[in-house]
Each structure stands twice: as C-alpha cells, then as structure tokens.
C-alpha cells in the first residue's frame, strides 16, 4: 500500500502548510469549506505527484492505455473514498483531532460534482475506480459542465429544475491544462485541393472554432498503488474577439456573445433538445469531448512512441465508447488519421476498427440516437463526410445473398430515411458490442440488433455491470463494513468475492444481532436526513421499502405509488386491515421536458401529502420522496433500506446498478426478472428475493395479443380500477390538482408499459415479502445471503472482464 502519510504529526504538518498557502488564513480563522478545500487540495497534490511520476515511466513502456468515452461521469464526493484507497483514513482523522478538527465535519462540506444524472455516470464513475485498483491505465474523457444537469427542488409536490452551480466555491480536485487544449471548428465548409501530381485532400475553413480546454481530475486506486485521471473538457472561445464599439455604446450582451455561444457548449448537462437549438448545442457538446479527447490521445501516443509505426496504435491504445453520445470516435479518427496524419483509408479503418469498442445501454430503439442529416451536416460538414464514405462502403460491400438483405441492409445502415443512426455507427465503427446484463445482450442479439449479430456474432458479448465496494459498502456503510472487517479481513476491499466467506455466519446468532444493530444505526440516519429534507418522521420500527433511480415509464414508479394508493384505500375500506408498518422512500429525478415522469413524481408527493397527514393510516403507512437524489445522499439511503424496488417492465432495464448497491447492502430485492435482477436471484437464491409478474417472454406475447388494459381495470375496480379512478377524481388532487395525462397515458396507450397488468401480482409479491418480515432471524439471512453473493458485482471483476476480452490489456 502506497501511505502518502506515515504519522498523524507528518499530515498535520503538511496540511497547516497548504491550508495557509491556500486560505491565507491561520486554522482558528478558518471555515469548515476552507478546511475541506485545504485537505482536498493536499490529497490533490499528493495524487498528481504520484500520476507525473508514473505517467513518466509508463511513457517509456509498452503499456496499453484504455481511454473511456461517456458523457456522464457522476463522480460523487472523492475526498472520503481517496482517503480509504490511500489507506490514511485514521492518520488523517487522528492528525485533525490533534487540531481540534472533526473529519466528519470536513467532510460534509464536499459536494456532489454536477456531471451525470444517473446509472451511466456512476458506472463510468465506478469503472475509473476499478480501472486504477486493477493497475490497468484507464483514462476518462469527458465533459466539465459548468451547471451540471440540475438541482432537484419539490415545491407543491412538483419537480423543479434549479441551477446546480456545484462549481461555485472552486474544486479542488482539479487542474487545468491550457498548453493541453484543442481547438475545435463548428460549420464552415469543406475545401478540395489538388497538387500538380493530381493528390487531392480537403480542409474545412471557416466556421466556428472553439477552444477546448481540459480539467484533469486524479483517479487514485485502491491502496493507492496506481493514479489515473479523468480529463473533462471545458469550451471557450478559441480567441478574444471582444466588440469594444457594443460595449461603448451600452450593449454589453453583443459585446461578449463570442464568448457566451462558446461556453453555452459546456454550461449544462442534457440541455433541452425539445427545440432545434437544444438539439444542435447537444450534437456540439458531443463532437467536442470527442475531437478534444481523441486529438489529445494522439498527441500523446505520438509523444509517447515517437517512432512507433501507426499500426501498432490499436496495440497500445483502447477507445472504449459508452453508449451513443461518444459514437462520432471512429469518424472523428478516421478524420484525424486520414486528413491530419496522412495515412491511407485501409490503414486507418483497420486501426479505427481494432482500436474501438462500444458498450449498449438500451434495448428501446426509440432510444437509440439518431441526428437529422441536414442539422449534422451542417455543423459538422467534414465528419460527415467520413460517415457517408463509411456508410457508402458498408452497404456497398453488403452480402446480398438470401431472403430479406434489402431489411436487413436498411436495419443496419448508417445512413437512412434522414437520419444519421449513431448505434448503427457504433456498431460499424467497432470491434466489440457488448451489453450490461446477460438478458440485456440476449435481447440485443436477438432484436435490438439482431442483424448486426447475425453478420457479426464474434463481435457481441456481455459484461454484467458492477459497482465499486469501496465506495458502496466501506465508505456508504462504515457500520457494516467495520463489522465485516471484523469476521473477514478488510480482503474484500481488494477482492469483493471474499464476501461469501460471511455465509459461515448465517447461524451466527451475535453476527445476524449485530448485522440487524447496523441496519436500524443505518435507518436511524436516514430518517434523521429525511425530517431535515422534508419534514417526514419515519418510524424506523418500519420497513424502509426503497425505489431511488431515474424517473422513467418502464421503470414504473408509477406501479410503485399504485401500490400505496390501494394499500391507503384498504385501509379506508376496512379498518381492521393492519398493513406491517412501512416507510415507502421514493427519489430520482425526470428529464427536465419528460412530462410524464415529471408528472409521476408529482404524484407520488400529492400521495405522500394525503397518506402522512391522515391520521387513520400514519401510523402505519408514510412516503417520502427525497429531493436531488445524488451519490452523496445515495449514500445514506442505500444502507438504511431493506426492501429494494426493482420493477422495471420486463425486457426494458438493461441492466441496473442500484440493484446491485442496495444488495451488497443487505436489502431484498422485490423486483421482475429484468435486467441484473435475475443474475441477483441467481447468485443470492431466489428464496431471498421476491420475484413477480410478467417474464420477457410473456411481456412480448401480451403485446402481440389481445391485451386490453380497460378490461383489467373493470374487472378490478376495487383495486387498481379504483387506483386508476382516483387519478381524475380528486382523492389525491388536493395539493396540485388531479392527473389527466397520466390517466390518458396510461390508458389511451392501453399500458404500454404492463402497469396495470402486472399490478395484482406486483401487491402479492409485496404482501408476501412484507409478512415475512417478523421471523427475524429468516429475514437476517436473507440480507445476509444478499450481502454475501454480492461480490460478483464488484465493478473490479466487470473491468477484469473488459480488460481480458475487450481492451486485451
């Protein structure tokens, strides 16, 4: 283990040392913020010492370097799980006691990074983690949003989108790099040249430049042995271009619009795409941490190996891509390659092709983006070049043999209708596809993208999602993590498969009592956060039944609050009906122009209004929706829960992580077979889970049947058909009004989603599981069985996998 501190005296030392740099003030006139910052700063420091050194070395090797494209990377507060990972976590607390300084208290001042909205930003965020704790030279790339996505604010039961200014008090964490920057060039057009000898080449001029500066940001590993780093990427204009006549004359907005159109590229995750120019500022964030990071990887490699033969470049880089917003790489490189570096079309689409791989994320192909022609070409007129060219290739070199190649052509081609199809791009542009689930890269191979697989099944396979323990379990649970440590060894921090050794302790009565003491520690801190976010007393004699992801359709949180709107009118209906006690925690945000989702959060907060303040039920049934769900709250509310809501539709979740982190945490999963629920049931038992409604293959024969949700409604009208009744009614409209559109959703769509169909099973499965939950010894098991099976979704033993078949590192 690499200790940057060896004594508390010698971290105290260096730490008064940098907190005066810094602050400019001595200890006793400091802030808690000026005290973080300060520490975070001398971690930084230490960190970036450590990445000159060994990115020196590593400069004179043949080490492969894995460079991983996302546009979200959700960071979640570093300064904990930095201290864990260089193991200084008692030095440092001990070396700020002696100061009078509490750690928890510096701690609590760190934010959360506003650069991701959800499970795509926390697994790249995880995957860097485990990248560094492997050894492996793994790079991030991608955006520095100067807003964020948005901060959640619940006022009248509605969402509302608040500026996240999460950069407001500087960060510490990062450094900036101007001699590293990229220039990048929007629109204009594309120029042919032609020499005496008749070679001709094509520039494109004009246009829009901008400048892309990078932020490096250290990624330091477990133990401390390896520092990596994500690089985000900042826009600005690529030169002064300062109107002095506007300003002269009062008009102060023209006088620096060059500068505003520039930064508005990174000012805000997901912009609004409802409109052309949300569209286009989104397609110019994504080509430009594409341009920026791949012009940065060749000027390194060229750095790097001088004299190395560009054919050798897939050997020593890997250019993983997540999702579609990166897919632009393997034209980007191509341009590179061709126009800036002069290599031959072959050449470079081999090492496009070796160098490339793609990670899906979704099976809805509503989902899979796609761009206008016209908007792409003219922003990015020469990219598009290349993309046509390769699409021209593709179908030109399409096998035209058997029945239906013409469908199978049109499924596949970039190039279609319109439009240009950046999985398809994806797919073409890469060595390996592989998806987040084993059911997920099933469906993939079998509809999603059926033709590709058919061509090309050596391209597809499957890497299970993963989540990273240390940051989970150890620093989300300190509780648990001591008591494990304690049974086991802290092993399980380096290898997460030693959790099974806990499995020995099933009949360990003082085990199971005290695994039970750390659940309520757990709850009792949750419920404490909740009354100060919210003003909702939880009872922590209840059960903490959870469901804290994304808001979206599929993911039914809509089938969730159905489920505590007929519990409520049971209890209305027959008052000797005594559900067990049950606090129902809801979190997440909805895409800022979702309605529906939006609508659904709406929903769950008008409930929550009805069912707390009713004094026939509270005393049993409370909802909480917490507001700006985010890694550091995430943190408390993953420990503290014991049922664990996992009901997306069928076919629909890719994969899912929060299943995973709720798992490892000892919580049960209610959930359908979906996703990585069903590798969850597998590994833990299904005994210790709770599995309902409809399989994969059911969903698909509904759909293709006679389904008809009116008719489930009406002859239920007792349950959901009075659920569904009540969206219109008034029951619960007291707070913001009734829910029209979620009615007509739901019903002029006949339940898209199979809400109302999976619902009968969906409140057996809860009544079931929530019985159960007085044999608390059996219970006990349970989590321990789910605690103990959760190693295998370690994010180490994922990048394991993509290192060994993918990126061969």
């Given amino acids: 283990m690499t200790k940057i501190f060896e004594t508390p005296q010698q971290f105290a030392d260096e730490y008064l040392r940098v907190l005066t740099a ?11 913020t000026e ?8 971690i930084a420091q230490k960190a970036n010492q450590q990445f000159a050194q060994s990115d020196s070395e590593n400069a004179k090797s043949d080490k492969k370097k894995v460079y991983y494209f996302s546009l979200e990377f959700l960071l979640g507060p570093l300064l904990d799980n930095y201290l864990l990972n260089y193991g200084i976590r008692d030095v440092v607390t001990e070396g700020l006691d002696s100061m009078g300084i509490k750690l928890d208290d510096v701690l609590a001042e760190e934010g959360d990074p506003g650069l991701g909205n959800g499970g795509l930003g926390r697994l790249a965020a995880c995957f860097l983690d485990s990248m560094a704790a492997e050894g492996i030279l793994g790079f991030g790339n991608g955006m520095r949003y100067r807003y964020g996505l948005f901060r959640q604010k619940i006022e009248g039961g509605r969402q509302v989108e608040v500026t996240d200014n999460w950069l407001d008090k500087g960060y510490p964490w990062e450094t900036r790099h101007d001699e590293s920057s990229v220039i990048v060039r929007f629109g204009g057009e594309v120029v042919r040249h032609e020499d005496e000898s008749g070679k001709f080449w094509f520039s494109q001029e004009g246009g829009e430049m901008v400048k892309a500066v990078p932020y490096d940001v250290p990624i330091i590993g477990m133990d401390g042995k390896t520092v990596n780093r994500l690089r985000l990427w900042s826009a600005e204009p690529a030169q002064e271009d300062f109107d002095l006549d506007a300003f002269n004359r009062g008009d102060y907005a023209a006088a620096a619009k060059f500068r505003t159109d520039a930064e508005a590229i990174s000012e805000i995750l997901y912009p609004n795409d409802a409109g052309e120019h949300g569209r286009i500022l989104r397609l110019k964030q994504e080509y430009l941490f594409v341009a920026a990071g791949l012009a940065s990887i060749i000027r390194n490699f060229k750095f790097d190996h001088p004299d190395a033969d560009w054919k050798r470049f897939p050997e020593l880089v890997a250019i993983h891509t997540n999702d579609t917003h990166p897919a632009m790489c393997g034209a980007e490189l191509m341009r590179l390659l061709v126009d800036e570096e002069g290599l031959d079309w072959d050449t470079a689409w081999d090492i496009v092709t070796k160098s490339i791989s793609y990670t899906n994320h979704t099976v809805l192909p509503e989902a899979l983006e796609k761009w206008p022609i016209d908007t792409f070409q003219r922003l990015l007129p020469r990219v598009y070049m290349y993309i046509d060219e390769i699409n021209r ?19 596949t081609a970039i190039l279609w209708d319109g439009q240009v199809r950046m999985a398809n791009l994806s797919v073409i542009c890469s060595h390996s596809v592989n998806g987040v689930a084993q059911i997920h890269t099933d469906i993939l191979k079998r509809e999603t ?20 323990p240390r940051r989970f379990l150890a620093n989300a649970n300190p509780s648990l993590a001591r008591l494990i440590t304690e049974k086991i060894g802290d092993g399980w921090l380096r290898d997460a498969e030693e959790l099974k050794r806990l499995e020995a302790f099933a009949n360990d009565d003082a085990f199971l009592d005290a695994l039970a003491a750390s659940k309520r520690e757990n709850k009792e801190r949750l419920a404490r956060y909740i009354a100060t976010q919210t003003g909702v007393e939880l009872d922590v004699d209840s059960i903490f039944d959870v469901q804290v992801k994304r808001f979206h359709a599929y993911k039914r949180q809509l089938l969730n609050i159905f489920k505590v709107m007929d519990i409520y009118n049971r209890m209305l209906a027959d008052p000797s009906y005594k559900p067990h006690k049950t606090s129902f925690i809801f ?25 707390n303040n009713d004094e026939r039920v509270n005393d049993y ?19 503290a829960t014991e049922i664990s809501e996992q009901i997306s539709t069928a076919g629909k979740e890719a994969s899912g992580t929060s299943n995973m982190k709720l798992m490892m945490n000892g919580a049960l999963t209610l959930g359908t077979l979906d996703g990585a629920n069903i590798e969850i049931a597998e590994l833990a038992g299904m005994q210790n889970e709770k599995i309902f409604g409809m399989k994969v293959d059911e969903v698909e024969a509904l759909r293709r049947g006679n389904y008809f949700a009116w008719d489930v409604v009406n002859n239920d009208r007792e349950h959901i058909g009075r659920c569904v009744k009540q969206l219109v009614d008034g029951t619960f409209g007291a707070l913001s009004g009734n829910f029209e559109s979620i009615h007509a959703e739901l019903m002029n769509n006949n339940d898209y989603d199979f809400v109302i169909a999976d ?8 009544r079931e ?31 394991r996998e993509y290192a060994r078949d993918i990126w061969h590192v």
């Fill in 769 to 799: 599981l929530t019985d159960s939950y007085d044999d608390t010894r059996e219970w006990q098991r349970k989590a321990l069985a789910n605690i103990a099976n959760s190693g295998h979704f370690s994010s180490d033993r994922t990048i």
């Fill in 393 to 411: 290739r593709y179908m030109e070199s399409f096998p035209r043999e058997g029945e239906g190649w013409q469908d199978r052509l049109r499924n």
């Fill in 449 to 468: 993208l059926h033709d590709f697989y058919a061509m090309t099944p050596e391209k597809f396979n499957n890497k299970t999602n993963g989540i990273s």
């Fill in 22 to 32: 810094e602050v400019g003030k001595d200890l006793a006139g400091c802030t808690n």
């Fill in 35 to 42: 005290r973080y910052q300060a520490l975070a700063k001398l």
């Fill in 587 to 611: 979190a997440g945000k909805a895409a800022s122009a979702y309605t529906f989702a939006k609508e659904t959060i709406r929903l769950i907060n008008s409930v929550a209004d009805v069912v």
């Fill in 621 to 639: 049934i409370k909802v909480a929706f917490v507001p700006n769900f985010a890694v550091s709250n995430a943190q408390l509310i993953y420990p």
């Fill in 759 to 766: 619902f009968a099973s969906y409140t057996q499965a809860w």
